[in-house]
């Protein structure tokens, strides 16, 4: 007997629930296509130098699966494979976690299909509903819109598929020794895609156990004196993963669990007390999701007793009360009870005894796949038709509307950590958040507000200080972040990030040695930081040391080949040693990278005019000028420019901009008289002459020998401003 792959589902069914998932997911998930990077996004993907992948050569791939966490290389090399396809572009990465949600819903339908048959329960359109619903569940957007969390979407991905090739094996066994090489071919891709979960993320380490579970529920009807059949292959799935875990455990684990709780603000017995509370509080949002008790970061109070708060009791109580539900007579209700064991089973390494986070949404991702489903058979066949009809489409609209309105905060870093403060207002992680989004907003002042507001609510909290430092820092305002750097540093000698804000404060200082030093100390602790290696080398071209300075640079070219700064550093290092026409390629790889980067307009456009280019010179000046929130500098030389192609006007426009840069400029105004006398436009040049000299110009002596004023030497004020002020200079 050959079996389709999916079962009892036609092909036309499957493709149209297919394109169903795909057409229920545009409106949910279409506003998070731009979605900044955010929290545990930047260690893990936008300064992961492994990520970078390039080219697809074995080492390439290797390195790609490497990142902070040794035992999650299949979720790693996704991002290393977003990467190699379209850089750091975010729509990339959010098509790819909505892809995977997609396929964790099409993977519910499919289970949903076989476990009703095998329940012997009327199918219908349960399997259907089960996966819409569950798709347009507002509480799994941190799986889908948190990029990291793809290694918790992936992982549940692989952990149904290695459930649903075990369905299928058994399928396999019923009909017959024909299928013996089917099954065993089904059991192996079983055991490839757990294998699969368990290195996208350590939550599937309960596989086996859930694999258990369901062959008890729905293959031996929860008589376990028939498992002999399937006893080989859980044996195997058993006898692989053990020592996997073991590895995961390296030492006691008792001694790593304790671990986990060094420095910790909860103990192992107050998180055991809290868990109970939290788990509650989950199937709460299972039930109304509504975005306002949706939160990225939560304040969720620990419990100290059982009865501090007397709610630790309470859901203590309820957890009993769910499991003497799903193990008091399961065969009446078969799938709620095994829903129940599943969505506990599943919450069991997050949210017991090992010293984690307290609580985070995406944690129910996995857990709520077969509650939901149970829901909405038990819905359908305890209501009539009609009204379950009624209440199952108003949740799945509901859920499709809160969804996209909560992923409306995830647009914008600043709104997401605005929206996380304002519900756990005294919390330093939110106030942090919010000063990370006015810096990429270019707010520094409200930025620095915020961190400070941050170091005010956890005194502990090292990163604040060292974000206070490096806005301070940005703000001219180097000597005042030096306190603020050193106490982070204070706080956790290992921050490589303060060490290198207190080198740039020190460069701005214009200490070089020390900025130096303190670069040195940030590689020290952070081999692969490229920021470090890029300040570094700068320093080391102000200090002359152009070889050293070659070197970080490179070093940080290595690492992140798509940052612009160490290139724009060689260029200026390539200057140094004369070498303008490299000093130019380097120059024009930097722009490549960013075509808004000021300062590379503006070394390029200074080297093209080395070289006498002065079209080169004029379009990277007026680029430079566009872009640097300072253009003085750029105004200023891209004046000169076009002087000597005698486009006075422009030359003239330019000055004009540059005045309301500087309106107390005397020299500004003096150089405007000195282009409108070359054009020939006397009354603009005295007049402006005239303003010159009023704000303080005297350089009596330049301005009566100075060429450029040659065309209004004949008028009356000139000859007397001149006369009169040589005689006093005689006297």
Not at 315 to 321: C, D, E, M
Not at 338 to 357: K, M, P, Q, R, V
Not at 575 to 604: C, V
Request: glycine fraction near 6%.
């Amino acid at each position: 007997m050959n079996l389709p792959l999916f079962g009892s589902h036609s092909r036309w069914r499957v493709l149209l629930m297919l394109v169903f998932l795909t057409a229920v997911s545009i409106p949910a998930y279409v506003n998070i296509l731009d979605a900044p990077f955010v929290f545990d996004d930047l260690p893990n993907i936008v300064n992961s130098p492994h990520i970078r992948l390039t080219e697809l050569t074995l080492d390439g791939i290797i390195n790609g699966t490497k990142g902070q966490s040794p035992f999650r290389p299949v979720a790693y090399l996704s991002f290393s494979l977003n990467y190699y396809f379209s850089r750091y572009n975010v729509t990339g990465f959010h098509l790819t976690n909505i892809t995977i949600h997609i396929a964790v819903a099409f993977m519910v339908f499919l289970i949903a299909g076989h476990t009703l048959r095998l329940a012997g329960i009327t199918r219908g359109v349960i399997p259907e509903l089960s996966a819409i619903a569950w798709l347009v569940h507002p509480l799994h957007i941190q799986s889908v819109t948190y990029t990291v969390q793809r290694v918790n979407s992936l992982a549940t991905l692989f952990f149904l598929l290695s459930l649903y090739l075990y369905i299928l094996a058994r399928l396999a066994q019923r009909t017959g020794k024909n299928n013996r090489l089917r099954a065993g071919m089904l059991f192996s891709g079983c055991l490839v895609s757990g294998l699969l979960a368990l290195f996208s993320k350590e939550i599937a380490a309960t596989l086996p156990v859930c694999i258990l579970l369901y062959e008890i529920f729905f293959f031996q009807g929860l008589s376990l004196s028939r498992l002999k059949r399937p006893a080989e292959w859980l044996i195997l799935i058993f006898v692989i993963l053990i020592p996997i875990a073991i590895l995961y455990i390296k030492a006691s684990p008792v001694d790593r669990v304790l671990d986990s709780y060094t420095n910790k603000d909860f103990t192992l017995g107050q998180r055991l007390l809290t868990e109970p509370r939290v788990i509650v509080y989950y199937l709460s949002l299972l039930f109304f999701p509504h975005p306002a008790r949706l939160n990225v970061d939560y304040d969720f109070p620990i419990s100290n007793s059982p009865l501090d708060p007397i709610m630790s009791l309470l859901a203590i109580t309820a957890i009993i009360a769910l499991l003497i539900k799903a193990f008091y007579r399961p065969k009446h209700q078969q799938l709620l009870s095994f829903a129940i064991l599943w969505f506990l089973g599943n919450l069991i390494i997050e949210s017991s005894f090992i010293g984690l986070a307290i609580i985070f949404e995406h944690r129910t991702y996995l857990p709520s796949t077969f509650l939901i489903f149970a829901l909405v058979t038990i819905l359908i066949k305890k209501l009539s038709p009609s009204i379950a009809a009624v209440i199952i489409s108003l949740a799945i609209i509901t859920g499709m509307i809160w969804t996209h309105q909560r992923n409306a905060v995830w647009e914008d870093t600043l709104s997401l950590w605005r929206n996380c403060a304002e519900k756990t207002p005294g919390k330093a992680g939110p106030a942090n958040g919010v000063g990370l989004g006015y810096q990429l907003h270019q707010q520094p002042e409200k930025a620095l507000k915020w961190f400070l507001k941050a170091v005010q609510l956890n005194p502990g909290y090292h990163e604040a200080y060292s974000n206070v430092g490096g806005i301070l820092i940005n703000l001219g305002r180097a000597a005042e972040a030096v306190p603020y750097l050193e106490k982070a540093i204070a706080l956790n000698p290992a921050n490589h990030a303060a060490f290198s804000n207190l080198g740039s404060a020190m460069q701005r200082m214009n200490q070089l040695e020390k900025a130096a030093g303190y670069y040195r100390k940030s590689i020290s602790i952070y081999p692969d930081y490229e920021t470090a290696h890029n300040n570094l080398g700068a320093v080391l071209v102000d200090m002359g040391d152009v070889d050293l300075a070659r070197h970080h640079l490179n070093q940080a070219i290595r690492i992140n080949p798509g940052y612009p700064d160490p290139f724009n550093n060689l260029g200026r290092a390539m200057m140094r040693l004369g070498r303008t026409a490299d000093a130019i390629s380097y120059y024009q790889k930097a722009i490549a990278l960013n075509p808004e980067y000021a300062m590379a307009h503006f070394n390029l456009g200074t080297a093209c005019f080395e070289e006498q280019d002065l079209d080169c010179a004029r379009r990277h000046l007026e680029q430079a000028a566009r872009f640097a929130p300072n253009p003085v500098l750029a105004l200023n030389n891209l004046t000169a420019v076009l002087v000597m192609q005698k486009e006075y006007g422009k030359a003239a426009e330019t000055l004009v901009e540059l005045i309301g840069l500087l309106p107390e400029s005397a020299t500004v105004r003096y150089n405007l008289a000195c282009v409108y006398a070359m054009d020939d436009k006397k009354g603009d040049a005295i007049k402006y002459l005239k303003q010159a000299v009023n704000l303080g110009y005297d350089h009596w002596e330049n301005m009566r020998k100075d060429p450029d004023l040659k065309k209004i030497r004949d008028t009356d004020y000139y000859q007397n401003l001149v006369h009169e002020n040589t005689r006093k200079t005689e006297q």
